[in-house]
T-cell receptor, first 113, second 114 residues
Framework: SQTIHQWPATLVQPVGSPLSLECTVEGTSNPNLYWYRQAAGRGLQLLFYSVGIGQISSEVPQNLSASRPQDRQFILSSKKLLLSDSGFYLC????????????FGSGTQLSVL | GQQLNQSPQSMFIQEGEDVSMNCTSSSIFNTWLWYKQDPGEGPVLLIALYKAGELTSNGRLTAQFGITRKDSFLNISASIPSDVGIYFCAGRSNGGGSNYKLTFGKGTLLTVNP
C-alpha cells in the first residue's frame, strides 16, 4: 500500500532563518507531487506541483521554492523565512491519470516568530 | 483564476441531525470532489464525481454533481460526533496544466454536539 511521510510535524523558526520541509511517498512510482499551504482561514492554497524529477510548477509568487531530487521525494525550502510564511503545510501525491484523487500527508505546522 | 464558493462556512448541529453543504462556481468543472479534514491532519477524499447529474453515496454521505457542472452538494445523514471536521469541495477542469490541479473551496467547519 502507498504511504506518504511528511516531517517535521511542528516547527518554530525565527524570521530570516532557512526552511526545509521534506515529503516522501512509498509504494508507488512516478507520482504527481504537491505542496499546499493552509492558512488560518482554512482555505487550501496550491504552492507547487511536480509531474516528474526536476519538474516544478509554481502557482504563486512567494518566498518559497520546491525541489524534486528523486521520484518520490519533494522538498519545500526557503532561504529566509518571513512572518507571513507561517501556516500549515501539506504535502500530497496523486497517481498519474488520477490527479483528482489527492492523498495528503499529516502536515507541518510552521510558526515563524 | 477559478474560485469555488462553499457554504455554509460553519455549522453547529446536534447528533442525529442531517447536514447539507454546497459549492458553486462561475465556471464549469469536469470533476467534483469532497474531502474531509480532521483536526491537525491532512484532508481525506470522501467522494469523487465525474458526470453531470451523478449522485454517489459513501455510507451516510451522499454527493451530487450539478447538472450545470457549476455546483455540487454534500449531504450527511444521521450525524455522529466523529463527523466533526472541515469539509472541502474541490473541482477540476480538463485541459493543459489544469489536469493536475484542483481548485478547493474554503471549507465548511462542522461541529456535532453529542
Amino acid at each position: 500500500s502507498q504511504t506518504i511521510h511528511q516531517w517535521p510535524a511542528t516547527l518554530v523558526q525565527p524570521v530570516g532563518s532557512p526552511l526545509s520541509l521534506e515529503c516522501t511517498v512509498e509504494g508507488t512510482s512516478n507520482p504527481n507531487l504537491y505542496w499546499y499551504r493552509q492558512a488560518a482561514g482554512r482555505g487550501l492554497q496550491l504552492l507547487f506541483y511536480s509531474v516528474g524529477i526536476g519538474q516544478i510548477s509554481s502557482e504563486v509568487p512567494q518566498n518559497l521554492s520546491a525541489s524534486r531530487p528523486q521520484d518520490r521525494q519533494f522538498i519545500l525550502s526557503s532561504k529566509k523565512l518571513l512572518l507571513s510564511d507561517s501556516g500549515f503545510y501539506l504535502c500530497a501525491w496523486s497517481a498519474r491519470g488520477l490527479s483528482e484523487k489527492l492523498f495528503f500527508g499529516s502536515g507541518t505546522q510552521l510558526s515563524v516568530l | 483564476g477559478q474560485q469555488l464558493n462553499q457554504s455554509p462556512q460553519s455549522m453547529f448541529i446536534q447528533e442525529g441531525e442531517d447536514v447539507s453543504m454546497n459549492c458553486t462556481s462561475s465556471s464549469i468543472f469536469n470533476t467534483w470532489l469532497w474531502y474531509k479534514q480532521d483536526p491537525g491532519e491532512g484532508p481525506v477524499l470522501l467522494i469523487a464525481l465525474y458526470k453531470a447529474g451523478e449522485l454517489t453515496s459513501n455510507g451516510r454521505l451522499t454527493a451530487q454533481f450539478g447538472i450545470t457542472r457549476k455546483d455540487s452538494f454534500l449531504n450527511i445523514s444521521a450525524s455522529i460526533p466523529s463527523d466533526v471536521g472541515i469539509y472541502f469541495c474541490a473541482g477540476r477542469s480538463n485541459g493543459g496544466g489544469s489536469n493536475y490541479k484542483l481548485t478547493f473551496g474554503k471549507g465548511t467547519l462542522l461541529t456535532v454536539n453529542p
